[in-house]
């Protein structure tokens, strides 16, 4: 999985740079939102199950953008949240247990934006698909646990670009990520917790509300 994973970053990457041979101009994206609960529950041999709650909070972030044309900019960028991840571990035949484990996630993307010029207007609305990878470190591992899970993740934002001055402007948008697969048993059940043979996962989907402050370069 992660051989597969690093040549399709690589084949992002190479789609970045192509694009940005193109380009007319470069912005600087300053990151900051907040982000939702997102329920996760995964399923395990043996009827063992866990369930949990990724706690919401404060997310931040960089982006590099380079502006193909004045509507369309492509996008390598960085998220980072750390939060909580209270999991309740359950059997039918009766076992039962609780513990919160610390959490932080990394997300390493490529986006596409796409802006709806307003004229004699300096709001523009615009829209977006992201591709990558996410990385998620557990600060907490159970003996035998693994630390850590790299993941395929895609996400959508939309909102409106304010255009304030000639290189200065903010973005204000909600945004969706989501993380294939990247809860794994793996992760939350060590040799300590249960006899597991084999690791399942949950893919995590949470909604942000945030924005961004620009700096443009170039022209």
């Known amino acids: 999985m992660k051989i597969t994973i690093t040549k399709y970053f690589a084949i992002l990457f190479l789609v970045f740079i192509a694009g940005i ?28 199950s866990f369930s949990g709650t990724m706690k919401g909070g404060y997310q931040w972030g960089a982006g590099v953008e380079f502006l193909l044309q004045k509507t369309y900019g492509l996008e390598l960028l960085y998220f980072r949240q750390d939060t909580d991840f209270p999991v309740n ?14 959490l932080g996630g990394n997300f390493i993307m490529l986006a596409g934006n796409k802006y709806l010029p307003i004229p004699h207007s300096v709001v523009m609305p615009y829209g977006g698909f992201m591709l990558g990878m996410s990385i998620f470190n557990n600060k907490d591992p159970l003996p035998g646990g693994e630390t850590s899970s790299t993941n395929f993740a895609w996400g959508l934002r939309g909102g409106v670009f304010i255009n304030a001055s000639k290189n200065v402007g903010v973005k204000l948008h909600a945004q969706l990520l989501s993380a294939v697969q990247s809860f794994g048993t793996g992760m939350y059940y060590g040799t300590g917790a249960a006899p597991v043979a084999v690791t399942t996962g949950s893919s995590m989907l949470q909604f942000g509300l945030g924005g961004a402050l620009v700096i443009g370069l170039g022209k």
């Open 89 to 102: 571990y359950s059997r039918t035949t009766g076992f039962d247990s609780t513990k919160i484990f610390g």
């Open 21 to 48: 041979s193109n380009a007319q101009n470069i912005r600087i994206n300053l990151y900051s939102a907040y982000t939702f609960d997102d329920e996760i529950s995964a399923v395990t041999n043996g009827n063992y």
